[in-house]
Every structure is written in C-alpha cells, then in structure tokens.
C-alpha cells in the first residue's frame, strides 16, 4: 500500500505549516477550530457545481430549531418526488457546518439524481452528546413523516455522513429500525465507531496522516461529559448488540486513516448480522479526504461511487 502522491503533497504542506508556526484545530478554542477549518475549505474543495435548488430551511428538533440545507439535482423535475439523503458532516462534533460540506453535498446530489438535506447539527462542547445525534434524528424523522410537504419520496430515504457523521449515521439508521421506522440505505464514509482507541490502525497511522491521536483526544473531550459515555452504543457504535435488519450499507474507509480498522470492524459486524454490504478501503487516501476534490481526483470519483450505490438502493438505477 503506497500513499496517493495527491495525498503526500497535503501532508507535506500541513507539515510546513506546522513548522512555521501554524496550530492545528485541536490547539485553538473551538471557536476558533470552527473559523479555521472554515477558512481552509476553499484550497481544497472544487467549484460547487450546479443544482436545480439550493435553500436554508429550518425543521424543529429537540430544543429548538435546526438548521437545514435542502438541494436539488441538476435537471430535476419541480413536481418530482424524490429519493432523499440526510447528510450529516463531519468535523470531530466540534466543527464543519452546511457551508463547509456544501459541494460534497451539491455533488452527491447531481451524482445520483436525488435530493439532500444538509443537517447544521449542535456542535459540542456548547452541546454535549447526544445533543448531535437528537437534532440528525430529529430531522430524519422529520423527513420520514413527509418532510412538512416537500417533494421527497418519505419512502426512499438513506442517511450518510463522513467522520463523525459516518457516526452519527450509523446511531440515526438504528434509531429509525428501533421505532419501526426501518430506512433504506446508509453510506458511511471513514465513521469513528470505537471511542476508545485501541486498534491497531490507531497506533500506526495516530501521527502524520491529518488526523492525530492529540487530536481525537480532544474531540472526544469536547464531545463526551465524561469517559464512561464511550462504552454507550450511540457514541461507539461498534458496541450495538443487534445489527440485524439495519438498511444495506457502503462502509468507505482510507488506507492511512487511524479509524480504517474500527470502520471495516464495523462493516464485518454488518455481514454477520446478514446485511448486505459494499464495503470500499481507498488505499492511498487519509481522513478527510472526501471533502479534498480539488487536489484529490479519487475524492470525486469515490462521491461518485457512493452516489451510484445509494441510487441502486433507492432502485432508481
């Protein structure tokens, strides 16, 4: 396994950086993580491509209300009831919002020919676990009750998510199978589902490659209210007890990523509670990189990939 040379040059400037001076998110407040990871989107994001609809909408959750972008495909019909994705982005649950995973979402939208609902979930610390999973619920529920009269298919719904998203999806598609509420697909792209970093991708890859032990150390810190919270199932998902009858699943994992181990753990709990599942390693990729199209070519072939998946799952292929 070798390192995407696209992948080495990111490493090598971060390392620059680092030399001269620049902190990392985890050595800022979160605040100033937030306006950071913001402002650092642009070098490594592509031009947002085209939709058919792009809007600010807000959907009541548990404490108030949340914030969410609905998208449309290129091409699409105003009439058309549509398949739907709940995205939910990444970012340790500290940082990211809708507008740093706005052109992941535009992509995956035009890609498969569905729409998205872009979750502005409660970031920790200001909002503890599972202050996160109860808003993403809160939507998905939302969306499977009608989505308030859009045109959204109610019974074409998957959810997807990278990083702590890829989490948060695999706690929402439980969610829904235990209310009776089963969806239809899930796409998890490099999700944490063991707090407690033991494996052994974790000790090889927890230093050089983006994403660093230091670093998941402190997300988990800003996340959780104490330690004991990484042993419940919705904070470490590798712990669910019954996975039979969750929604087919695209586990995506990278190479040189510290959580490749525990993402694959997770898709092998998946076959052995029969579901079915597409389990993909990008083997020269880091953490991170799904949201990197602009110096990353596989980036965008992997959204991609996983658009044509969850389109097959939606059987609208």
Same mark, same amino acid.
């Given at each position: 396994?070798?390192?995407n040379?696209?992948?080495?040059?990111?490493?090598?400037?971060?390392?620059?950086?680092?030399?001269?001076?620049?902190?990392?998110?985890? $050595?800022m407040s979160?605040?100033?993580?937030?306006?950071?990871?913001?402002?650092?989107?642009?070098?490594?994001?592509?031009?947002?491509?085209?939709v058919?609809?792009v809007a600010?909408?807000?959907? !009541?959750?548990?404490?108030?209300?949340?914030?969410?972008?609905?998208?449309?495909?290129?091409?699409?019909?105003?009439s058309?009831f549509?398949?739907?994705?709940?995205?939910i982005?990444?970012?340790?649950w500290?940082v990211?919002?809708? %507008?740093t995973?706005?052109?992941?979402?535009? $992509?995956?939208s035009?890609? #498969? %020919?569905?729409?998205?609902?872009?979750?502005d979930?409660?970031?920790?610390?200001?909002?503890?676990?599972?202050a996160?999973? !109860?808003?993403?619920?809160?939507?998905?529920?939302?969306?499977?009750?009608?989505?308030?009269?859009?045109k959204?298919?109610?019974?074409?719904?998957g959810?997807?998510? %990278?990083?702590?998203?890829?989490?948060?999806?695999?706690?929402?598609a439980?969610?829904?199978?235990d209310?009776?509420?089963?969806?239809?697909?899930?796409?998890?792209?490099?999700?944490?589902?063991?707090?407690?970093?033991?494996t052994?991708s $974790?000790?090889n890859?927890?230093e050089?490659y983006?994403l660093?032990?230091?670093? $998941?150390?402190?997300?988990?810190?800003?996340?959780?209210?104490?330690?004991?919270?990484? !042993?419940?199932?919705?904070?470490?998902?590798?712990?669910?007890?019954?996975?039979?009858?969750?929604p087919?699943?695209?586990v995506?994992?990278?190479?040189?990523?510290?959580?490749?181990?525990?993402?694959?753990a997770?898709?092998e709990?998946?076959?052995e509670? #029969?579901?079915?599942?597409t389990?993909?390693?990008?083997?020269?990729?880091i953490?991170?990189?799904?949201?990197?199209?602009?110096v990353?070519n596989?980036?965008?072939?992997?959204?991609?990939?996983?658009?044509?998946?969850?389109? !097959?799952?939606? #059987?609208?292929?």
């Amino acid at each position: 396994m070798t390192l995407n040379p696209e992948v080495q040059n990111i490493i090598d400037a971060m390392a620059k950086a680092e030399a001269e001076g620049q902190p990392q998110a985890h $050595q800022m407040s979160p605040k100033e993580a937030r306006q950071f990871y913001l402002d650092t989107r642009g070098a490594v994001t592509p031009e947002p491509p085209q939709v058919d609809l792009v809007a600010d909408i807000y959907i !009541d959750g548990p404490v108030g209300l949340v914030p969410v972008r609905y998208y449309r495909p290129f091409g699409s019909s105003e009439s058309e009831f549509l398949p739907v994705m709940i995205y939910i982005h990444g970012g340790g649950w500290v940082v990211g919002d809708r %507008d740093t995973h706005d052109v992941v979402c535009r $992509q995956f939208s035009n890609n #498969g %020919d569905f729409a998205i609902f872009s979750v502005d979930y409660r970031l920790a610390p200001e909002a503890k676990f599972p202050a996160a999973i !109860d808003d993403c619920f809160a939507v998905l529920n939302w969306a499977l009750k009608g989505a308030g009269g859009l045109k959204i298919n109610p019974k074409q719904i998957g959810v997807s998510g %990278d990083s702590a998203g890829g989490t948060i999806s695999t706690v929402c598609a439980k969610l829904a199978l235990d209310q009776n509420t089963p969806i239809v697909f899930q796409a998890l792209i490099y999700p944490a589902t063991d707090m407690h970093i033991k494996t052994e991708s $974790q000790k090889n890859f927890g230093e050089g490659y983006l994403l660093t032990t230091e670093a $998941q150390n402190w997300y988990h810190a800003q996340y959780l209210s104490s330690e004991l919270e990484k !042993d419940d199932w919705r904070a470490s998902p590798i712990l669910i007890d019954d996975l039979s009858g969750m929604p087919p699943a695209y586990v995506a994992t990278a190479g040189y990523d510290p959580l490749v181990d525990e993402g694959k753990a997770y898709a092998e709990r998946l076959v052995e509670a #029969g579901v079915p599942v597409t389990y993909k390693c990008y083997k020269g990729m880091i953490h991170g990189f799904i949201t990197m199209g602009k110096v990353i070519n596989e980036a965008n072939f992997a959204i991609a990939e996983i658009a044509e998946y969850a389109k !097959d799952a939606f #059987g609208c292929s």
